[in-house]
């Protein structure tokens, strides 16, 4: 007995240690997995969550949880309860292929090897088998040191799990470089995520020794999914009063030739941020950045504005109408001292707010998702509901059971289900009036933004069910056979005449274009210069070179440091007499190809 005594002692000393690593105050060992699902019953709050959905799937991952234990509270009134946050040891999973209500859902958990962290970017791609899910950056939890900066990726398999692993770097030593920010605003094209601003602070990196605000960043990184490349770009004079942004949103809309980026609310500091430095930006003026162009665009914006709000939560649908919604959700705000719970649509091109009137409830650092076939309901899940600035939100039980509430854009109301075959998404009534009372007539456009988000677009905005075209019945069949007949035969002539002109004139240009070169090249031929010598290397233009590249030591028919002999030296190429320049100097006259 006594033998066995020894090592069941010692069991229990390890598990205590675990238990103790993995208490309820953001503690991350063993003895906490089991808990990452709680049940409608013990579910208290979910804060820094972010959700995507794949398929017949919604992912959740990240954050911190805080719960009841086993239904019962340590204090007798509910009001003066607080409950202590953990950090969320696992990914979970909800099902999108049946309909429940937030009191039946049931949550599944799914092993995580990556680093427990918050509020990190994430970016998903869904052209890869059933789905990836990239994160990177965040902020490292309680007394735990940041890691490394690493990039992860889970990659889902189609039934609700996964598995998770480090993504490889191309070129560490340019990621490595990369700031790491918390409360940027991340969002992606189809095969490329963009991170713009945040701050960094020594639980992003244990190279920074200032704390909570640190220090704001003027970058927008972004990650190619296919070629695995990072760019970074300075945004310094490009973006409000300080080019830094904290704890926006950002959508990226599908106008013009290349999409654009648009970035929503959130605050702004100086670089080297304090408490009062940090204030929130109007909704006035909405920033959007052509990725492929670089060019920035400062657009004013007209409506039922919400109030100036960060760590709130957007989705983005498009309408059938040739319009864009954007949903707004919740927020923390200054301006009204404490958490939003209203809901505003974001109406594009028109650039126009609508306040939905139809609050859920107060929260903030939640995440959401459009979810269902029809692409019509906004899933929320998690969040809490604080005082200024969130510095020490309370932990009162959610109102939704489980954080989720589904809310029906159409028809701009909550409910505690969700219906996987709900109609496909129509605008909000309010909006589509909009457009058919002439509302596009009174947009303010700022600079040659309008031509860009209107180019391939029809100019004509009309309700749901209304044809913008004129009705040509009253003409009657015969009208319109003579019509579609006269426009075809006249727009084959002109065809033909626009490419016997194209062609004669492309010829003519293309024979000037030869005898002007041959001409130029007959009276200016400078010597040639030895460029095929292993030593004048060239690089590719584009390509980052991370170290000089070496060059190995060349013979040139006998390296004897003396005079070469005339007999034994076959130069390719002769320098040129007169002046030892690398490049030869143009003549005087002007010459043109």
């Known amino acids: 007995m006594k033998g066995l005594c020894a090592p069941f002692v010692l069991l229990l000393a390890v598990l205590g240690y675990l238990g103790r690593g993995g208490g309820l105050v953001y503690g991350n060992g063993l003895t906490r997995r089991y808990l990452d699902i709680p049940g409608p019953d013990n579910f208290i709050r979910h804060r820094y969550p972010s959700v995507v959905a794949f398929g017949d799937h919604l992912y959740i991952d990240g954050g911190v949880l805080s719960q009841r234990i086993n239904g019962t509270d340590s204090n007798s009134t509910e009001s003066d309860q607080t409950y202590p946050f953990y950090a969320v040891n696992s990914t979970l999973s909800l099902r ?22 918050s509020q990190q970017v994430y970016w998903s791609d869904s052209s890869t088998g059933a789905g990836a899910l990239y994160t990177w950056a965040g ?42 920010p918390v409360g940027a605003a991340f969002t992606q094209s189809a095969h490329v995520g963009y991170a713009f601003g945040g701050q960094v602070t020594s639980m992003t990196d244990s190279a920074i020794e200032k704390d909570y605000p640190g220090y704001a960043l003027t970058q927008l990184v972004s990650f190619n ?33 290349n999409g654009l980026l648009l970035f929503l609310g959130g605050a702004e500091t100086p670089v080297d941020a304090t408490n009062r430095s940090i204030v929130e930006l109007t909704w006035n003026i909405v920033y959007l950045h052509d990725p492929v162009t670089g060019k920035w665009y400062r657009q004013p914006t007209s409506g039922e ?21 954007i949903f707004i959700y919740g927020g923390n705000s200054d301006q009204i001292d404490g958490t939003s719970s209203d809901v505003h649509v974001l109406s594009l091109p028109g650039f126009v707010f609508f306040d939905a009137q139809s ?6 650092d939640h995440g959401c998702a459009v979810v269902g076939r029809g692409k019509r309901q906004m899933l929320s899940y ?20 489980q954080g989720l509430g589904i809310y029906d ?47 391939g677009t029809s100019n004509t905005y009309s309700a749901p069910g209304n044809s913008s075209s004129t009705d040509g019945s009253a003409n009657g069949p015969r009208s319109q056979t003579a019509v579609i007949v006269g426009s075809t035969v006249g727009g084959v002539v002109l065809i033909g005449i626009t490419s016997a002109t194209i062609f004669l004139v492309v010829r003519w240009r293309r024979h000037r274009r030869q005898s002007t070169v041959t001409e130029t090249l007959e009276e200016y031929r400078p ?7 292993p030593r004048m290397r060239s690089t590719t233009p584009g390509t980052m070179i991370s170290s000089p590249t070496p060059v190995e030591a060349i013979e040139i028919y006998g390296t004897v440091r003396e005079e070469l002999p005339a007999e034994d030296v076959d130069w390719t190429y002769e320098l040129p007499v007169p002046t030892p320049r690398l490049r030869p100097e143009l003549p005087d006259r002007k010459y043109s190809y």
């Open 527 to 533: 010597e040639p210069w030895p460029k095929d010598s």
């Open 409 to 455: 854009m159409t028809e701009m109301k909550w409910a505690d289900s969700y219906d996987p075959n709900a109609a496909k998404y129509e605008s909000p009534a309010v909006v589509s009036d909009w457009y058919a009372n002439g509302g596009m007539n009174t947009v303010a456009w700022c600079d040659d933004l309008k031509g860009l988000i209107m180019n």
């Open 359 to 364: 609050p859920g409830t107060p929260r903030a």
């Open 225 to 257: 999914f296919e070629t695995g490349q990072w760019n970074n770009i300075s945004t310094v004079g490009q973006y409000g009063g300080y080019d830094t942004s904290l704890n926006a949103r950002a959508e990226y809309i599908p106008f013009g030739p």
């Open 139 to 180: 902020m490292a939890l309680g007394s735990d040191l940041p890691p490394t900066n690493e990039q992860w990726l889970f990659n889902a398999d189609g039934t609700g799990g996964g598995t998770w692993s480090q993504v490889p770097q191309g070129d560490y030593r340019d990621f490595a470089g990369l700031q790491r």
């Open 305 to 325: 504005r919400p109030p100036m709000v960060e760590r709130a939560c957007s989705v983005g649908v498009q309408g059938p109408n040739n319009t864009y919604e």
């Open 96 to 117: 999108l292929n049946e309909s429940w209500t937030n009191d039946t859902v049931t949550f599944r958990s799914i092993s995580k090897t990556a680093p427990l962290l």
């Open 382 to 401: 998690g969040g809490v509901d604080g005082g200024q600035l969130l510095r020490d939100p309370t932990t009162t039980p959610d109102p939704w059971k």
